[in-house]
């Protein structure tokens, strides 16, 4: 049974269709009438969703290989103690908040997944709610933009339990290179997302080798991009993935990519350079897609 967090002060939150259906017993008549018509509309759109093919899994884009790590210890153990750092530079996070401020709806009920104790969005914008998802209790708590959270290891379970159609956006920030099935994940993406929603993973160089997956160790800034595009295309309803690249020239070293040294180099900071910045976004169509 999954935990909702709620942040100190606020009521606790209800998937949609549950909060509609409780306590309506001491409402007027015509108040009832009125939530029991939207509750059959809520489930009339998530019946049309099960009748098509959108969200579904056309094929799998990992073998099994790609999808091992080097540290194959549960990663529960390895997030249990929080670190209060960013993993990515100044100009990384500038890039990253403007291309929330372009794509996010003021208002917007937003899932930040595989979150932690900051989400980089813009400062002055208000959103209607906030939900993260991690692993780490204390980073999530910490984290002044969400409004309640939920600890989950997605690589044992995939399965969101959030209703359908429930998100205007979702995001994923520098964390897709853990996804063990990467498929499953983006596909139940898709389910909570509502039509015509926004999933943006964004990414740099950074990462904690032996927990990232092998396709994503083996890679560069280049085939790491076209593997997200195939996470994306490898789920039926998705627009066509908008890939957004901003590569410093100073760091784009192939060698040093690939090099198991340089990636410690960079995150002791010992390399020069800015980190290199890329997000893969795509939505929600808005047209069920059969069969």
């Given at each position: 049974?999954?935990?909702?967090?709620?942040?100190?002060?606020?009521?606790?939150?209800?998937?949609p269709?549950?909060?509609?259906?409780?306590?309506?017993?001491?409402?007027?008549?015509?108040?009832?009438?009125?939530?029991?018509?939207?509750?059959?509309?809520?489930?009339?759109?998530?019946?049309?969703?099960?009748?098509?093919?959108?969200?579904?899994?056309?094929?799998?884009?990992?073998?099994?290989?790609?999808?091992?790590?080097?540290?194959?210890?549960?990663?529960?153990?390895?997030?249990?103690?929080?670190?209060?750092?960013?993993?990515?530079?100044?100009?990384?996070?500038?890039?990253l908040?403007?291309?929330?401020?372009?794509?996010?709806?003021?208002?917007?009920?937003?899932?930040?997944?595989?979150?932690?104790?900051?989400?980089?969005?813009?400062?002055?914008?208000?959103?209607?709610?906030?939900?993260?998802?991690?692993?780490?209790?204390?980073?999530?708590?910490?984290?002044?933009?969400?409004?309640?959270?939920?600890?989950?290891?997605?690589?044992?379970?995939q399965?969101?339990?959030?209703?359908?159609?429930?998100?205007?956006?979702?995001?994923?920030?520098?964390?897709?290179?853990?996804?063990?099935?990467?498929?499953?994940?983006?596909?139940?993406?898709?389910?909570?997302?509502?039509p015509?929603?926004?999933?943006?993973?964004?990414?740099?160089?950074?990462?904690?080798?032996e927990?990232?997956?092998?396709?994503?160790?083996?890679?560069?800034?280049?085939?790491?991009?076209?593997?997200?595009?195939?996470?994306f295309?490898?789920?039926?309803?998705?627009?066509?993935?908008?890939?957004?690249?901003?590569?410093?020239?100073?760091?784009?070293?192939?060698?040093?990519?690939?090099?198991?040294?340089?990636?410690?180099?960079?995150?002791?900071?010992?390399?020069?350079?800015?980190?290199?910045?890329?997000?893969?976004v795509?939505?929600?169509?808005?047209?069920?897609?059969?069969?």
């Amino acid at each position: 049974m999954l935990t909702i967090h709620p942040k100190p002060g606020l009521r606790s939150w209800h998937p949609p269709i549950v909060a509609t259906l409780q306590a309506t017993s001491s409402l007027p008549f015509k108040t009832r009438l009125f939530l029991a018509a939207k509750t059959t509309n809520m489930l009339n759109e998530s019946n049309e969703t099960e009748r098509s093919s959108a969200g579904k899994i056309k094929r799998l884009v990992l073998s099994e290989e790609g999808r091992t790590k080097l540290n194959s210890y549960p990663d529960r153990e390895f997030y249990s103690y929080p670190r209060f750092v960013t993993h990515v530079d100044d100009g990384f996070i500038s890039t990253l908040t403007d291309l929330y401020q372009e794509k996010l709806r003021p208002g917007s009920e937003i899932l930040d997944l595989m979150s932690s104790w900051v989400s980089h969005l813009p400062n002055e914008a208000v959103y209607k709610r906030i939900v993260g998802h991690g692993l780490n209790a204390q980073e999530l708590a910490r984290n002044p933009r969400l409004d309640y959270f939920f600890v989950k290891d997605l690589n044992q379970d995939q399965k969101l339990e959030l209703e359908s159609s429930s998100f205007d956006a979702v995001l994923c920030t520098v964390s897709v290179q853990y996804l063990q099935q990467p498929e499953k994940v983006f596909a139940e993406v898709f389910r909570v997302l509502r039509p015509g929603g926004a999933f943006i993973v964004s990414f740099s160089n950074r990462l904690f080798y032996e927990k990232a997956i092998g396709a994503w160790r083996d890679g560069t800034g280049y085939s790491r991009v076209q593997l997200v595009v195939q996470y994306f295309q490898c789920v039926e309803g998705f627009t066509q993935p908008e890939i957004i690249r901003k590569v410093p020239a100073a760091a784009v070293d192939p060698q040093q990519e690939k090099s198991p040294f340089g990636w410690i180099m960079r995150l002791l900071g010992l390399v020069s350079g800015s980190d290199p910045f890329y997000a893969v976004v795509a939505y929600k169509n808005f047209k069920p897609v059969y069969e």
